[in-house]
T-cell receptor, first 113, second 114 residues
Framework: KAGVTQTPRYLIKTRGQQVTLSCSPISGHRSVSWYQQTPGQGLQFLFEYFSETQRNKGNFPGRFSGRQFSNSRSEMNVSTLELGDSALYLC????????????FGPGTRLLVL | GDSVTQMEGPVTLSEEAFLTINCTYTATGYPSLFWYVQYPGEGLQLLLKATKADDKGSNKGFEATYRKETTSFHLEKGSVQVSDSAVYFCALSPVGASGSRLTFGEGTQLTVNP
């Protein structure tokens, strides 16, 4: 099976812009979660989607949003970018009922200038 | 809330040395516990996991035992290789809750010298 894929892998934006990141889960996985990784804060949970519904949300401002499509692909959007949004954004997928293990993609590295 | 504490890094070892990376957690109930590894420029790879007390997870020579009494999940390897150089993350996932979210430790940078 193909693993979790994320596009784009690298992105440079300027403050105030918005950005959309995409994640395709492992085939058959219906749950997609997003995490932000920064040197200062480490790995932090953003949100989880299952069957097109947000099930869980981390402690991030409303500028961070996401959605999931009927084919389980997910996008996350960050509006009004700030310098502090520079990070590696990781997507993970799992299939509920097959255990709690989440499988991660390679990440999208976002740099905000 | 849930939390995971890892031993402070970085850790530098010589090839064939014994490795221990300490991990303790705070959580209600019986969470699932994981070790993930991140190589430079890559995402996270699952290394091993344990889902209940006294379970031992193992993979590629790495082992960790779920200790409920000490709320610990220490990672060990008897003989490290240069290729084991990476960042290691301990994580937990609550069981029984709606949905799933991983809580991670700070990560431990391991460097193995030849």
């Amino acid at each position: 099976k193909a693993g979790v894929t994320q596009t784009p892998r690298y992105l440079i934006k300027t403050r105030g812009q918005q950005v959309t990141l995409s994640c395709s889960p492992i085939s058959g996985h219906r749950s997609v979660s997003w995490y932000q990784q920064t040197p200062g804060q480490g790995l932090q949970f953003l949100f989880e989607y299952f069957s097109e519904t947000q099930r869980n949300k981390g402690n991030f401002p409303g500028r961070f949003s996401g959605r999931q499509f009927s084919n389980s692909r997910s996008e996350m959007n960050v509006s009004t970018l700030e310098l502090g949004d520079s990070a590696l954004y990781l997507c993970a997928s799992r299939e509920p009922g097959q255990g709690e293990t989440q499988y991660f993609g390679p990440g999208t590295r976002l740099l905000v200038l | 809330g849930d939390s995971v504490t890892q031993m402070e890094g970085p850790v530098t070892l010589s090839e064939e040395a014994f490795l221990t990376i300490n991990c303790t957690y705070t959580a209600t109930g019986y969470p699932s516990l994981f070790w993930y590894v991140q190589y430079p420029g890559e995402g996270l790879q699952l290394l091993l996991k344990a889902t209940k007390a006294d379970d031992k997870g193992s993979n590629k020579g790495f082992e960790a035992t779920y200790r409920k009494e000490t709320t610990s999940f220490h990672l060990e390897k008897g003989s490290v290789q240069v290729s084991d150089s990476a960042v290691y993350f301990c994580a937990l996932s609550p069981v029984g809750a709606s949905g799933s979210r991983l809580t991670f430790g700070e990560g431990t940078q391991l460097t193995v010298n030849p």
